[in-house]
C-alpha cells in the first residue's frame, strides 16, 4: 500500500482543483461574472457582510487547517508535509456531504499566530476544520478560535472521533442491556482525542469515567500533571482510582483506547464486567488486537481499523456535521448539535440489524452525510446557533 499510495500521488499530482460554477464563454457572460457585473453583489456585500452567504460560495466552503505537528500517526512532519492529508480531507467533504474544503497549511507553532492568522482569513469561509494539531496547543486554538469567529470552528481529532464513539456506544448499550449512567469506562489517552471522548460521554450522562495516560491512571491529587491533564483529572476519576492501566480495567464496563499499540492484553479485558465493550483504536496497531479481546471474553468489539467489524471511522460524522451546520448557517458546532450527529449515526442500523459485529454503519453506506447533516441542522436550529 505504500508504494501504490506514493506512486498515485506522483500521478494524481494533487486530490482536489478548483472548478468554475460558471461557464464564461462570450463577452455577455464575462461582464456579469467579473467586471462590471461584480460591482453590485460586492456593494451589497459591503452593506451586509451577512449577503457574502447568499452571493459568494463562502455559504459552502470549509477550511481544513493544520501546522503539521501531528499528522496522522506521523508526528511532527511539518505543514507542507501535511498537504496530502488536508487534501484528502478535502476529498472526503465533497465525497461525502458535497461541501467544498480548503486545505491551508499553516508555518507556525505559535497559538497567537495561529489564532490571529485563522481568524483574519474566516470571513472567505463558512466553517473551520482544525486538522492533526499537536495536543494542548489544539485545545488553546479552537478554544480561542470560538471566541473570536462567527462561523463554526471543528477539531476533528478531537470531536469527530469523539461523535463516532460515542454512536458506537449507544448502540453497543443497547445489546449488553446495559445504561451508560451505570457503566464505568476506562480511556487510555488523554491527548486530544481521549480528552474529547472522555467529555462527551459526560454528555451522554457516562456514570464513571476514569483517564489512563503513560504515567498510569489520572487522579487529581498527582501533583505532576501538566494543565490539559489536570483539567481532564479534575472532570473524571470521582473515586480517585490509582494504579495501571490493568487497575483501571477490573470492572470496567467499557474500555476505549486512544493511545499506544500492545499495552492491553486479553487477561485484563477478562477482569472487565460481564459482556464488556472494548473500542481499542490505536492505529494501525491497536492497544489489543480484536482477536486478543474476543479471547478475553469481550462481548463487543470496536478498532480504527478497516480489516475488522465496527470501524470507528470519522468520516461517518465530519462531512455530515458541516453539512448540517453550513445549511443552518451556524455560528457555532455546540454540543446538542454533536449529540445529534452521533444519535444521527447510531441510528444509521437499525435495530433488527443491530449485532456484536455491526453496531456501526459503514463508510460508503448510502445517506450517512445527508441524515447526519439533516439532524445537525435541526439540532442548530432548536438550539439557537442557526441563522437562517
Known amino acids: 500500500m505504500a508504494k501504490i499510495g506514493l506512486e498515485k500521488h506522483y500521478e494524481w499530482k494533487g486530490k482536489i482543483e478548483v472548478v468554475s460554477r460558471v461557464p464564461i464563454d462570450n463577452a455577455d457572460i464575462l461582464s456579469v461574472a467579473y467586471t462590471p457585473g461584480v460591482a453590485e453583489p460586492c456593494l451589497e456585500i459591503e452593506k451586509d457582510k451577512s449577503k457574502s452567504f447568499e452571493l459568494t460560495r463562502r455559504w459552502n466552503t470549509v477550511a481544513v487547517i493544520t501546522n503539521g505537528t501531528a499528522v496522522l500517526g506521523l508526528g511532527d512532519i511539518g505543514p507542507e508535509a501535511g498537504m496530502p492529508v488536508m487534501e484528502g480531507k478535502c476529498c472526503l467533504f465533497k465525497e461525502f456531504a458535497d461541501v467544498d474544503a480548503i486545505p491551508l497549511c499553516i508555518r507556525s507553532k505559535d497559538i497567537d499566530e495561529i489564532v490571529r492568522s485563522i481568524a483574519l482569513f474566516a470571513g472567505s469561509f ?7 494539531i499537536a495536543a494542548p496547543d489544539c485545545f488553546e486554538i479552537e478554544r480561542r478560535l470560538k471566541e473570536v469567529c462567527d462561523i463554526p470552528v471543528f477539531h476533528d481529532d478531537q470531536h469527530g472521533t469523539a461523535i463516532v464513539v460515542g454512536a458506537g456506544i449507544m448502540n453497543a448499550l443497547k445489546l449488553a442491556g446495559k445504561k451508560i449512567e451505570n457503566c464505568r469506562v476506562l480511556i487510555s489517552g488523554a491527548g486530544a482525542a481521549g480528552s474529547a471522548i472522555a467529555r462527551f460521554l459526560m454528555s451522554m450522562g457516562a456514570g464513571e469515567i476514569i483517564m489512563n495516560d503513560r504515567e498510569g ?7 505532576n500533571l501538566d494543565p490539559a491533564r489536570r483539567d481532564i483529572a479534575a472532570a473524571t476519576n470521582p473515586n480517585k482510582v490509582r494504579g495501571t492501566i490493568a487497575d483501571g480495567l477490573r470492572g470496567a464496563d467499557i474500555f476505549v483506547g486512544v493511545s499506544a499499540p500492545g499495552i492491553v492484553t486479553s487477561d485484563m479485558i477478562r477482569t472487565m464486567n460481564d459482556k464488556a465493550i472494548v473500542f481499542s483504536m490505536a492505529n ?16 463487543i468489539i470496536g478498532s480504527g481499523r478497516s ?51 455491526k453496531i456501526l454503519p459503514l463508510a460508503f453506506q448510502p445517506g450517512v452525510g445527508a441524515a447526519v447533516g439533516k439532524a445537525v441542522k435541526e439540532a442548530a436550529i432548536k438550539s439557537g446557533v442557526a441563522r437562517i
Not at 126 to 132: P, R, T
Open 217 to 223: 491512571l489520572l487522579c487529581i491529587d498527582d501533583p
Open 126 to 132: 463558512g466553517g473551520i476544520n482544525l486538522e492533526d
Open 307 to 357: 480489516d475488522y467489524p465496527n470501524q470507528v471511522n470519522n468520516v461517518l460524522a465530519f462531512p455530515g456535521i458541516f453539512r448540517g451546520a453550513l445549511d443552518a448557517r451556524a455560528s457555532d458546532i455546540n454540543d446538542e448539535m454533536k449529540l445529534a450527529a452521533a444519535k444521527a449515526i447510531a441510528d444509521l442500523v437499525p435495530e433488527n440489524e443491530l449485532s456484536p459485529e
Open 284 to 299: 494501525p496497531v491497536p492497544e489489543i488486537m480484536p482477536e486478543e479481546s474476543k479471547k478475553g471474553g469481550a462481548f
